[in-house]
């Protein structure tokens, strides 16, 4: 991704403010702030405005105390999972929670479950959608480890492995299997015209649901846009990954991984 000289400025600008700070004020923190922002990569760096950092921690300090509307035993909302980061062949939601038939949303597939979390956060989803006249239907939530195994090596059979890559994710490096995320059908790129995509991608946001892989990002996310997925990670994140992270997902959870592993 090529990062355009107004962003390289505002980057400039934005760093050189939490560095002024920190020397005026020690604030530790702040300190933090700046080794953690410049540990990150240029496209994310890039993708951060100007602002007051003392404003962004407490926005940050918000989202992670949210942690505490989630089982403290399973995988945090915010646990970085992409094509460097995996769950292992054994790792399984606790309490996976199954998807029936009922009155707020469809569901065209029987084997659907999600975490609790994200169970609770699709049904207010559902019913918001369900005022404005609108029926969302879920085509895929949780998946295993084996059941991703499988999908991947049908998808390199289809489309070859190059073409696979973009698409699919190799078992252990997919949302899904933390139970957190779901696929909207129909999973096409003809989902964000049709009336069920444009109320989600209006509306996901103040219910707590991130689009994962946005349209433009593939070199970020490592893959193609798909406007069918997306991942319950709640309110205030989503608020925060709006406002500091250019509403791109894949970079505000690099930050948080890379902040809570930063001394």
């Known amino acids: 991704m090529k990062i355009s000289l107004k962003k390289s400025l505002i980057l400039l600008s934005s760093l050189i403010l939490f560095s002024f700070s920190a020397c005026a004020k020690s604030n530790p923190e702040i300190e933090k702030l700046n080794r953690v922002l410049l540990s990150m990569s240029p ?103 084996e059941y991703q195994k499988n999908l991947f090596a049908y998808w390199v059979s289809v489309d070859g492995l190059e073409e696979a890559e973009r698409e699919s994710a190799r078992p252990g490096t997919s949302q899904h299997q933390l139970g957190m995320a779901l696929d909207f059908a129909p999973v096409d790129d003809a989902f964000d015209q049709t009336p069920g995509g444009k109320w989600v991608y209006a509306n996901a946001a103040k219910y707590g649901w991130s689009l994962s892989f946005p349209k433009g990002y593939e070199d970020v996310t490592g893959y193609r846009w798909e406007c069918w997925h997306f991942r319950y990670i709640g309110v205030e994140a989503c608020q925060f990954q709006k406002k500091w992270f250019s509403d791109v997902q894949q970079f505000m959870i690099e930050f948080i991984d890379a902040w809570e592993k930063a001394e």
């Open 43 to 145: 496209c994310c760096k890039a993708a951060i405005p100007n602002g007051d950092p003392q404003e962004f921690l407490a926005d940050l300090k918000r989202v992670l105390a949210t942690r505490s509307d989630f089982s403290s035993t399973d995988l945090s909302p915010f646990f970085l999972i992409d094509k460097t980061h995996n769950v292992g062949a054994d790792y399984e939601p606790e309490k996976l929670i199954h998807l029936d038939k009922n009155d707020l949303y469809a569901i065209n597939k029987n084997n659907l479950s999600l975490r609790p979390e994200a169970f609770e956060a699709l049904k207010v989803l559902a019913a918001a959608a369900k005022k404005d006249g609108v029926t969302l239907t879920v085509s895929s939530t949780y998946r295993s480890y």
